[in-house]
């Protein structure tokens, strides 16, 4: 393979649910950068068409829909759309997550929003994969990127719907590599505490210490080195990778212990 063909997008088609904002909004800005044509899918229709525009104005090609990730009918149209609109799908990304981290206490947690958790983090996952994976067997090209989280691995109070949600995207990640190979590959990262609209919300100078204490390259992540990843696995450079679960973290933990 050439040099040039190994981050080469062009012509093919990418997903990318939760795409209009944080970490979502910079996996779509990089793989239409590298020639992909990218529908983001959001909750809301006008960050979702504003994300797609900032794509359009820098020369690539992009359309916004929405999409509630937890309503079939949506996952639905989603897919019918992106055929309608690019006549294929080869690469998802499953970025669309949500959970009260740090605020799941089991004497206060109910049963349905323990579900409701799994249902947004991997319900939605699994039938997303369900529904593009026949059109990337038809393209003969074909990359799931789930994204999971450090806290798939770590151990922390308050957060076990959370963490028990990521973990198991972890392993149906490695479980479905088997299910959709050869022609398609399925990963997924775990990123680490990165600098986002939401950490920014409760981020103080002596919070980013404490965090950056186990963290060897001593920095907090930003939302280009999760889409870094992102870009890896849906090229082709990765032709040969799958079932793999990626913790792109600073080489360490972001915890306040």
């Known amino acids: 393979m050439k040099p040039s063909e190994l981050f080469d997008l062009s012509g093919k088609t990418a997903i990318v649910t939760g795409g209009a904002n944080g970490i979502g909004l910079a996996s779509s800005q990089m793989l239409a950068a590298f020639g992909a044509n990218v529908v ?4 809301k229709l006008e960050d979702a068409q504003r994300a797609a525009a900032s794509i359009a104005s820098r020369g690539g090609q992009a359309r916004g829909l929405a999409c509630n990730v937890t309503d079939d009918e949506d996952l639905t149209n989603l897919v019918d759309k992106t055929l309608a609109e690019f006549g294929g799908i080869h690469i998802l990304v499953n970025n669309v997550g949500g959970g009260g981290a740090g605020k799941e206490s089991p004497s206060q947690l109910t049963v349905a929003q323990f579900a409701r958790v ?51 995207i972890n392993h149906m990640t ?42 060897p390259l001593q920095r907090l992540g930003e939302v280009d080195d999760i889409a870094g990843a ?25 915890t306040l212990d």
């Not at 983001?40 to 909750?43: P, Q, S, V, W």
């Not at 190979?181 to 980013?208: M, Q």
């Open 40 to 43: 983001i899918a959001d909750l």
């Open 118 to 168: 799994f249902e947004l983090n991997v319900f939605s996952m699994w039938r997303l994969c369900q529904l593009c994976a026949p059109h990337m067997q038809q393209a003969g090209y074909g990359s799931i990127i789930n994204m999971s989280s450090m806290a798939s691995i770590n151990h922390s109070p308050a957060i076990s719907a959370y963490a028990s949600s990521k973990a198991a």
């Open 174 to 215: 490695r479980n479905l590599a088997f299910d959709y190979g050869p022609i398609i590959r399925v990963n997924a990262i775990g990123p680490g505490a990165v600098r986002t609209g939401a950490l920014a919300t409760v981020l103080t100078p002596e919070i980013e210490q404490r965090m950056l204490a186990h963290t």
């Open 230 to 254: 992102v870009l890896y696995f849906a090229a082709p450079v990765s032709g040969w990778v799958s079932g793999q679960v990626l913790f792109v973290n600073g080489g360490g933990e972001q």
